[in-house]
């Protein structure tokens, strides 16, 4: 009976915890926290396998420093989660490992997730055909969910989107029937600051730093449509991207130019499968939006890259 009942009361110590391991909230939180981790490549596309060991390594370390934050209300996955691929032993392996960060997870997909097939060509992944495409979109739903989806996060809406088009020659686009939704979705939420998820950043966001960065292929597509969506519904207020990898220590990291058409802040994430990882924290607060950069090799905040978006 005693053991019954103790049961019981850790069941419920848990599910006030959101998840056990997770610690409480601090008391009076005004602003709910979202942690974006981009690009993770889990194990690591690094084959070298001293530096593949210790890239492992970092991103271990980076997950138990996230898991030691107390007032952490969500984990965003902005996609490329896997090692290279899209087939479902690779999206088992990256799962299992995203499945060590406790609390609430939400997930979108990135090319390679979705664009490729098993094949390198000169060191680079081959585009699989439609077929197999639709393939591993069947895969990342059995592991890990909806390719769009919206949730609720205090006074904020978040909006997380995955490059759904088989069809297209850009392995960032989005399919007519995902933008459809958007729209519709922005439409019935016009008065709701809004954040929008996706794998690749609005083109004309960044500051070139080497010759891909200009390359329609690292920017979200269709463009001419987002464009006319953003300008039409000025309630989104940020586009949180990876994609280009692109690391704090790049001037475009944090710039104006990130803001696009002057209205919408692109926040930049950088890939956790390289020399040391960093991640963005979003502060949501009543009345602006904060987001911090952390330097997990550090253990330290980045202060001077610190970004306020006011409502």
């Known amino acids: 009976m005693f053991r019954t009942i103790l049961c019981f009361f850790l069941s419920l110590s848990c599910l006030a915890f959101a998840g056990c391991g997770l610690p409480p909230a601090p008391a009076g939180k005004e602003y709910e926290r979202v942690v974006v981790i981009s690009d993770l490549h889990y194990p690591s596309k690094t084959r070298d396998n001293p530096k593949r060991q210790a890239i492992m390594d970092n991103k271990a370390k980076a997950r138990e420093d996230i898991n030691s934050w107390q007032d952490v209300d969500l984990k965003v996955f902005t996609g490329d989660m896997v090692e290279m691929y899209g087939s479902m032993n690779q999206m088992e392996e ?6 060590g960060f406790a609390g609430e997870k939400a997930y979108l997909a990135g090319n390679h997730e979705l664009f490729y097939k098993e094949e390198l060509k000169d060191g680079k992944p081959v585009m699989a055909d439609p077929a197999l495409r639709k393939a591993h979109e069947d895969n990342y739903r059995k592991v890990f969910g909806p390719l769009h989806s919206t949730k609720t996060l205090g006074q904020y809406l978040l909006v997380f989107l995955s490059p759904e088009d088989t069809e297209s020659r850009f392995p ?4 007519k029937e995902e933008m459809d939704w958007l729209r519709q979705t922005l439409k019935e939420n016009q008065n709701t ?10 083109s004309d966001t960044m500051i070139p730093y080497n010759d891909k960065i200009g390359n329609p292929r690292n920017f979200a597509q269709p463009a001419g449509d987002i464009d006319l969506i953003l300008l039409t519904n000025p309630q989104v207020k940020l586009w ?14 944090a710039s104006e130019v990130n803001y696009y058409h002057g209205k919408v802040l692109d926040v930049y994430n950088p890939t956790w499968d390289g020399k040391q990882v960093w991640s963005n924290s979003i502060y949501l607060y009543k009345d602006k939006i904060v987001i911090k950069t952390y330097d ?9 890259l610190t970004r306020t978006v006011m409502l």
């Open 94 to 99: 990256a799962k299992q490992f995203i499945d």
């Open 172 to 175: 960032v686009a989005m399919a």
């Open 193 to 202: 600051p809004t954040l929008i998820f996706y794998h690749a950043p609005l």
């Open 240 to 253: 949180v991207s990876g994609h280009t990898h692109t690391p704090p220590t790049q001037p475009t990291f």
């Open 296 to 304: 997990h090799k550090k253990g330290a905040w980045m202060d001077e």
